[in-house]
């Protein structure tokens, strides 16, 4: 069997003697000599490299993407009987560590900090003597609500931590009901839910489904308090509805780790909008664990079992 691993990230698996693992640039198509792989292994390759060569690998039985949400995977159109798995999992852990900075630098009002540090002012305003809950903002997150809309792997281990910090936090998903120990509501009754939410924490896979979920109407839902952070996928924000809110004042602010074009074009008006906090894509960037999922999937290939983490296509 061999199995081509990506250059993008040292990966060190531990393989049967029946497995041959072969590096590829993933910066570029797999070349034609390593056409005839049985498993693909993807991490950073672009969409349109892969789509190059997805009809042209006979042999090809399974690709593991090491993001989250497998998107450039599923668009690159490998046959139906190739099966797909994400990585589910390997970035619970860092994005969870991205959204909650995000949230405190937005709550703990450091953006206004900043500028007021590039400008040689101290800002009393931000500090010394303040009441813990002054009207019409959120600066703690004692008591706050906040909704994880993208209640999966990375909200669930999320939540507790929001929790630690004296947050309610519910979750959004599908369907209604408790996970992880917390309350979840379901997408249809989300807009009753935003009326009273602090924070909004959007953690949700690009799809058909999913495109400009927050849209001007869900952000006209929010109170004039409230704070949005994006650590998902760009695609899922109307972005120049987000602009309207953050222009108006009708949101207190807005943290995006993902915008629908990448990298962000310098003329974007998103660089200048008032209080909001842009990262480029930074939450996630390192699978946490995929030598072990790797080594699962194959043997559970060779096995005849079911993989880990299978997408349904």
Do not use: C
């Not at 159109?77 to 969870?96: F, Q």
């Not at 002012?121 to 003597?129: C, F, I, K, N």
């Amino acid at each position: 069997m061999k199995l081509l691993l990506p250059d993008s990230l040292p990966l060190d698996p531990v393989l049967p003697d029946a497995v041959t693992p072969v590096r590829y640039d993933a910066a570029a198509p797999v070349p034609q000599e390593h056409l005839d792989a049985d498993a693909l292994v993807v991490w950073g390759s672009a969409t349109a490299d892969l789509a190059e060569v997805a009809g042209r690998m006979p042999d090809l039985r399974w690709v593991q993407a090491l993001a989250a949400g497998p998107d450039s995977v599923l668009a690159a159109g490998y046959p139906e009987g190739v099966v797909v798995t994400s990585g589910v999992g390997l970035h619970d852990a860092t994005v969870t560590e991205h959204a909650l900075a995000l949230t405190l630098a937005l709550v703990r009002r450091l953006p206004q900090s900043a500028v007021a540090q590039a400008e040689h002012r101290w800002a009393r305003e931000l500090g010394g003597m303040q009441p813990l809950r002054p009207d019409g903002l959120v600066t703690t997150l004692l008591g706050a609500r906040v909704l994880v809309w993208g209640f999966g792997n990375i909200g669930q281990t999320l939540a507790p931590v929001l929790r630690a910090l004296g947050a309610h936090v519910t979750g959004v998903a599908r369907s209604a009901g408790e996970r992880a120990g917390f309350p979840v509501v379901a997408e249809d009754d989300l807009d009753a839910e935003l009326a009273r939410t602090d924070v909004l924490v959007m953690i949700l896979p690009g799809t058909d489904a999913t495109a400009a979920a927050l849209n001007a109407a869900r952000l006209a839902a929010l109170p004039r308090h409230a704070y949005v952070v994006n650590v998902g996928r760009g695609s899922t924000v109307d972005e120049d509805a987000l602009a309207a809110a953050l222009t108006s004042g009708s949101i207190a602010g807005a943290a995006l780790d993902v915008t629908a074009v990448e990298p962000l074009p310098a003329e974007s008006p998103l660089w200048d909008l008032p209080n909001l906090l842009l990262t480029p894509h930074a939450a996630g960037g390192r699978p946490v664990g995929a030598d072990q999922l790797i080594a699962h999937n194959v043997a559970a290939l060779l096995a005849g079992a079911p993989l880990r983490n299978e997408v349904a296509r």
